[in-house]
Each structure stands twice: as C-alpha cells, then as structure tokens.
C-alpha cells in the first residue's frame, strides 16, 4: 500500500520528482504528510492524540547543533501513563560563509535529520524522553530555487552567490589549533535525555520544571559534537481554553566541554513562545518563535551570534491515539541557523 501511495504521489504531484531526487529520498517525506493530510478526515476520536503540544522544531546549523538545543515542551501533556513514541524528520538548507583574520567557516549543505524519540511516563506529573538523532548532511538540490526566492523577495542570500550550486562542504579552522572538517555521510547525531515534572495544574494551566542532559554521540572532528556533554534546566507555562493555547519556556544551558584556543564555550539561554488555534475540528494551527544566545564566545559572528527561528506549522490527529505534525521554519537571525527548513513526522501513545 505504502509503495503505491508513492507512485501516486510521483505521478500526479509534479514537483515530487524533483523532491524524489534529492538526498535521502525527500518523496516518501511529503507523502507521508499528504498521507496525514488526507487520513486526518475520517472519523471522530473519542481521546485523540493531543494538538496543543508545541511543534518539535529545532535549529539545525550543524555548529549550533554540537551543543544542546531544547525542542519545546507543555505543561499540558494528557494524563496518561506508558510509552509514547514519535518519528520527526527535519529537511534543512544551510549556508554560512564567515571568513575574517580570526577564522574561516564555510557550511553549505542540505541536511536530512531522522529522529526517533522515546517517552516514558511515570505518572500523571512525571515523565522522561530520550531522543536519537540521526543526520545525513549532502550537497542538495534546491540551491537554484533558494537563490532565485532571495532574489525575487529581496532577501540577502548570505554568500550564496560565491559557491557553486548544490556542492557539499562544512569546515572550520581558527588559525589557531580548532578546525573541524565535516563529511557528507549518514552518521550519529547528539542523543539528548530529558524529564518533565508537573509542578502545577489549574483549569486550562499549567506550570512544569524540566531538566536535560545533551550526550556526546556525535563525532567532533567532523564538526557534529562539542566532545562533552551539555546540561540544561528549564521551565514551562502552558495556557489553553476551548480554541486557544500557548506555551512560554525557558533554559539555563551549561557547556561541560573546555575552552580551547580562541573559543570559550560559556552558559548559555534557550527560549520559545508558542501560539496556537483550532483551525478545524482535528488540526491546529501553530506559530512558534524560539532561540536565544550562543555557546560561543570567539570574536567570530557565525559562531556567536544569537540564533533566533520562527515556525508556523500544524497539528492533527489520525486515530485515537495516533497524531501528525508539520511546519515550516524560517530563519530570523539570518546567521547561527538553517536559512529555511521543513519539519514533518508521526507520535503515537501506548498506555
């Protein structure tokens, strides 16, 4: 069924094709959300998967993905003991040129980002996730139809215009002993362990504290991993009525990784706003804005600078305890982040 699904979306969907020929095989990606799309009609659920959580968005400038990144949470997660599971996928641009007397950086790439994620549920206030990325970097296809949406909108096209079209390439050196040099292959991302406490609930509220430890599973010679773990606390306050909701959230972020010649990797602050409507009856509609300051402190302003992302995105359900979701994240910063990126995937609970 799955493999007919495919030709028809490759037969009646035109720019499919061009999606099927980029890397890792982006068709199967889009078809999965029109698959969502079309299914998120049919019935009524009686307790359905819940579409007031934030959208799992995430910066995915390979630098800043070396360090800890939070995926916005709810105060507001159903009560509900057992296991949930979800299958993001994340398709990003990138294109970072800073060359200066300090330093050299160079990412240009398209990044494919595969992540399953496990939570477990102790209780009604108490639960943890562990996340598990898996990246696949690749020189792309897009870059002549980014260039041309800069153009026509009036957009900087941050260096584009001196690399060659969809050619892969992602180093760093300080001149000074630092220097990475990244690989297009599939490799391990940073797996991410993370709880939730409830610490408060009212009628449509909700306040949580939430804590994380950034594992270091990617490699840090080829730029993916800051070779030490990350810790984080935060909190977040959650608010929703018949038709609205919104999430407000915050981290303290501590580096463990050592300074080394040039860079100092200091504290750093992570942040989102989350709004939302029931849009129709089994979807929502969700804007989210998030980011804040950087681990790095260098002199160097495509590491130091502040990232900051905005998504607009939606929320459904399938079946009775099944839900979608997908998003469209654009960059705000214009450096420190992805120039623009797509997010799609499926959770389910088992209690």
Not at 60 to 88: C, H, K, Q, T, Y
Not at 156 to 163: A, E, F, K, Q, V
Not at 291 to 311: E, K, Q, R, V, W
């Amino acid at each position: 069924m799955l493999l007919n699904f495919r030709l028809f979306c490759h037969k009646t969907i035109p720019w499919m094709r061009t999606l099927s020929a980029g890397p890792a095989g982006l068709m199967p990606l889009f078809c999965l959300v029109a698959m969502a799309l079309i299914l998120s009609g049919w019935g009524t659920p009686v307790m359905a998967a819940d579409m007031t959580l934030p959208l799992p968005v995430r910066n995915l400038d390979p630098v800043m993905m070396r360090f800890f990144d939070p995926e916005p949470d709810s105060a507001l997660r159903p009560d509900r003991r057992g296991w949930e599971f979800a299958i993001n996928q994340h398709y990003s641009t990138v294109n970072i040129i800073d060359n200066s007397a300090r330093a050299q950086l160079l990412v240009d790439m398209e990044l494919y980002v595969l992540e399953p994620v496990i939570r477990y549920a102790v209780n009604d206030g108490l639960d943890f996730t562990i996340r598990l990325p898996v990246l696949a970097p690749a020189s792309g296809v897009f870059d002549n139809a980014i260039r041309a949406f800069h153009t026509a909108f009036g957009f900087p096209d941050n260096g584009r215009h001196l690399r060659p079209d969809n050619r892969f390439a992602y180093r760093f050196d300080n001149h000074r002993g630092v220097r990475w040099q990244g690989r297009s292959r599939v490799e391990m991302g940073n797996a991410a362990l993370s709880g939730r406490y409830r610490l408060i609930t009212g009628e449509g509220w909700g306040l949580a504290a939430l804590a994380a430890v950034k594992l270091p599973t990617a490699s840090k010679q080829r730029g993916w991993g800051s070779g030490a773990a990350d810790i984080g606390i935060g909190a977040v306050a959650s608010w929703k009525n018949r038709h609205w909701f919104t999430h407000l959230e915050g981290w303290v972020i501590q580096p463990l990784a050592g300074d080394v010649a040039g860079v100092r990797y200091d504290r750093y602050l992570r942040g989102s706003l989350t709004a939302g409507y029931q849009l129709f009856r089994r979807a929502t509609l969700i804007v989210q804005l998030q980011g804040g300051n950087s681990p790095y402190n260098s002199g160097i302003t495509g590491l130091d600078h502040p990232p900051f992302l905005i998504a607009f995105g939606l929320r459904g359900t399938l079946t009775h305890e099944m839900g979608w979701h997908a998003a469209v994240v654009e960059n705000i910063s214009q450096t420190t982040t992805q120039d623009i990126s797509v997010t799609v995937g499926l959770n389910w609970s088992v209690e």
